[in-house]
Nanobody
Framework: QVQLVESGGGLVQAGGSLRLSCAAS????????MGWFRQAPGKEREFVAA????????DYTDGVKGRFTISRDDDQNTVYLQMNSLKPEDSAVYYC??????????????????WGQGTQVTVSS
């Protein structure tokens, strides 16, 4: 079983930055593909970014391209989401997720069997 623990959320003004972290345990982290999703009140959970094993590939939803960066540190068993130029519409609970078969990227929540508990990000206007 995989355990994922997110941190780094908080309240920030529009235009500000936050860095989310997700620490993983219970699996060989370097073999996992990692993803970030978010869910705002009354909305479905949506894909934000993903990174393959070895960081050979990344993918982003269009609304965050150029503002968010996903990265991983296999020595620390941690995946990061650097979020810059934040907008009020980025406000949501952000979830870390992972899947085996780490060379392939997936953008649908149902394709990720393991999830963290989420961290709240609130961007004020």
């Amino acid at each position: 079983q995989v355990q994922l623990v997110e941190s780094g959320g908080g309240l920030v003004q529009a235009g500000g930055s936050l860095r989310l972290s997700c620490a993983a345990s219970g699996r060989t982290f370097s073999s996992l593909a990692m993803g970030w999703f978010r869910q705002a009140p009354g909305k479905e959970r949506e894909f934000v970014a993903a990174i393959s094993r070895s960081a050979s590939s990344t993918d982003y939803t269009d609304g965050v391209k150029g503002r968010f960066t996903i990265s991983r540190d296999d020595d620390q068993n941690t995946v990061y989401l650097q979020m810059n130029s934040l907008k009020p519409e980025d406000s949501a609970v952000y979830y870390c997720a992972c899947r085996d078969y780490g060379f392939t990227l997936r953008v649908h929540a149902y394709e990720y069997p393991y999830w963290g508990q989420g961290t709240q990000v609130t961007v004020s206007s």
